[in-house]
């Protein structure tokens, strides 16, 4: 038997140390880069031999397990090499670049970037060393006349070529398993990490647990995924089926986008709308990145903004760098145009979703509204296409856009109303002026998240259609709908009876609380309260940043109704003299109404409301027994 020895020529002598040690982390990789390998060689044989002609068997790899011999074995059907191919393309063109690996990876030093991308940089077939004491690669190439070689290295620099008596055509590729990774010597953890790497590849990816006499092979993979598909024939059921695959524990997905672009750069994938969770947090690395099929990362970060995160899916392409660091990639001028692609191509699904089905559109925007808004906030080009397609639920509980919104303002209040959208914030807003602006026939818009005040913030910032316009709280706005002067001669004596009594010489409350006297429209409602719109805004923010303890108070005025009985009634009640404490309760009632209608009373103050109102119902009782 003749063998041949031979050295490889690597100038770094401690690669292999090196290489072993910064790997420790993602060793499982070896797997991805054996199939990946064996794959393209498939591909490569099947090109080739189309260009002369010939036929080519179905590509088909294998990968066996072998607790007893202590081996896996990686067997494909693709072009195959000979002794000096092994010798370039392996020993050689693989060492060389493993010893470029450790160059730049010296030269990155100690940064956090550099564990990023470790398992991410095509190591290629060296990592094979680094579960492995001995690797043999036989093989026999499609050329003509081919004699087969077999080549064993113990990982060092030195290496040997053999004989083999391999009579088909490919490479078997045998791992002599080393001691510290024995882990892979057990099927189910090849096949979780088949799983995790080769899902997608597109041979069929057969595995065998040799230590199991009755084991079948079993195909790992979907040789094609349905990103690789042409979007007119896949069905809706295909792409639940493969979101299912993907995402198991997941629910089903709202909708999706097909991305297929090959210029200027080439990038295929689908991109879901997860129904959210709302008891668990959002959940990152939702988008995997494949290249050519071989899955590469689900950290893609630095490819689509942060509001994408929310979306799920898988994108392939070969055009994302993967050598480099995460703040090269941000700068990188493939990266943004693959970034603003990926955005564009969103809002414009969410667009013809809103064109085409509009109940969809509104049946989904529960669970997408968050992320379209902070899109929004995010992203220039997003905004652009997206904030006419931005949902509130008016008063009516419908959902309109906010051109919807205006273009339903009643003729009488167009000029009063005009550029301002009247908002009623949840929990924060009276709830009494929402109904008698709707008696006028005008809807507010709700708002109840937490991003609407920053939304719309940055709405008004950034002008809708060139054009400006204001968010207007509702109980900010009603002086200019639903107030009319007072011409009562009492209003001077309505404001200083409720000043007198509610904030009397109280520097503290004076601080916080104002009473004005203004005509309301609806005779009976006794007062609400009035809060600037800034501070409204301020009221907001604090509470959406989950500060209510250090919260600012806000200072509030008391719009006290005079063309309402009871406050006529309290009037005279007070300037009557006899019955004071009587008077005194109700301005204190009235207040604490209109505290009822709109944030509610804090629990010292319902208290009070709570005795007060028993002994005022009490005293009304003794006039009617
Ligand atoms: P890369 O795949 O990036 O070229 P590798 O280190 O993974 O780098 O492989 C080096 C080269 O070895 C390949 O380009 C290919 O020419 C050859 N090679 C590796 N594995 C196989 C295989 N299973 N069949 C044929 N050639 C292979
Ligand atoms: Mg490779």
């Known amino acids: ?251 089903e997905p709202l909708f999706w986008l097909h991305l297929n672009v090959d210029h200027p750069f080439t990038l295929q994938g689908v991109l879901f709308f997860p129904k959210v969770n709302v008891n668990k947090p959002v959940q990152e690395n939702g988008i995997k990145l494949y290249s050519k099929q071989v899955f590469v990362s689900d950290n893609i970060k630095s490819v689509v903004p942060d509001f994408l995160g929310l979306l799920k899916g898988a994108i392939d392409s070969t055009d994302i760098p993967l050598n480099v660091s995460r703040s090269a990639l941000q700068g990188d001028p493939n990266i943004k145009k693959i970034s603003n692609y990926i955005i564009k191509k969103v809002a414009e699904s969410l667009k013809k979703l809103f064109n085409n089905d509009r109940e969809r559109y509104e049946k989904v925007w529960e669970d997408i509204g968050l992320f379209v808004k902070y899109g929004c906030m995010q992203d220039t080009k997003f905004d652009e296409v997206m904030r006419n397609y931005v949902l509130f639920k008016n008063s009516d509980g419908k959902l309109v856009t906010l051109e919807e919104y205006q273009t339903a303002i009643p003729e009488t209040y167009k000029e009063k109303l005009k550029d301002k959208y009247v908002y009623f914030e949840k929990n924060l807003s009276d709830e009494s002026l929402r109904k008698q602006l709707l008696s006028e026939g005008i809807q507010v818009i709700e708002t109840d998240q937490y991003i609407d005040p920053h939304f719309m913030q940055h709405a008004e910032m950034a002008k809708l259609d060139d054009k400006t316009f204001k968010f207007a709280a509702i109980d900010s706005e009603v002086e200019n709908l639903l107030e009319t002067a007072s011409t009562t001669s009492d209003d001077i004596k309505i404001k200083e009876f409720f000043k007198h009594v509610l904030v009397g010489d109280n520097k503290e409350l004076e601080m916080k609380l104002d009473v ?110």
Request: net charge negative; hydrophobic share 35%.
């Open 1 to 251: 038997m003749s063998t041949r020895k031979g050295s490889i020529s690597v100038k770094t002598n401690d690669i292999f140390p090196i290489i072993k040690k910064w790997l420790y982390s993602e060793h499982d990789i070896f797997i991805r880069e054996l199939v990946s390998n064996a794959c393209d060689a498939i591909t490569k044989r099947s090109t080739l031999a189309r260009s002369q002609g010939h036929e080519t068997p179905a590509g088909a790899v294998k990968i066996e397990v072998d607790k007893a011999t202590r081996t896996i074995t990686i067997r494909d059907n693709g072009l195959g090499m000979n002794e000096s191919e092994v010798e370039k393309y392996i020993a050689q063109l693989a060492f060389s670049g493993a010893e470029e690996f450790v160059v730049k990876m010296k030269d990155m030093g100690n940064t956090t970037a550099k564990d990023e991308i470790i398992g991410k940089f095509g190591l290629g077939f060296y990592s094979a060393f680094m579960v492995s004491e001995k690797v043999e690669v036989e093989s026999l190439s499609m050329a003509p006349g081919a004699v087969a070689t077999k080549w064993t290295c113990l990982g060092d620099t030195d290496y040997e070529f053999s004989e083999s008596s391999k009579t088909d055509i490919g490479t078997t590729i045998k791992l002599y398993i080393n001691s510290d990774s024995e882990d892979f010597l057990n099927a189910w953890k090849v096949r979780e990490t088949l799983t995790r790497y080769c899902d997608f590849m597109p041979y069929p990816i057969a595995l065998v647990d040799m230590s199991d006499k009755e084991a079948k092979e079993e195909i790992i993979n979907e040789t094609t995924p349905v990103w690789k598909k042409d979007p007119t024939t896949v069905t809706d059921e295909d792409y639940k089926n493969f979101y299912r695959k993907m995402f198991p524990a997941d629910q």
């Open 516 to 625: 004005d006297v203004k005509n309301l429209k609806n005779a009976s409602s006794s007062a609400y309260f009035k809060v600037d719109e800034n501070m409204k805004r301020f009221q907001q923010m604090t509470k959406s940043m989950g500060n209510t303890a250090f919260s600012m108070p806000i200072k509030k005025t008391l719009v006290v109704n005079p063309s309402n009985t009871l406050i006529q009634n309290a009037l005279k009640i007070w300037e009557k003299g006899d019955k004071k404490e009587l008077a005194e309760k109700i301005a204190h009632h009235v207040q604490d109404l209109a505290s009822l209608s709109s944030e509610g009373l804090s629990s010292e103050d319902k208290e009070k409301f709570v005795s007060r109102s028993q002994s005022l119902v009490q005293e009304l009782s003794q006039f009617i027994v």
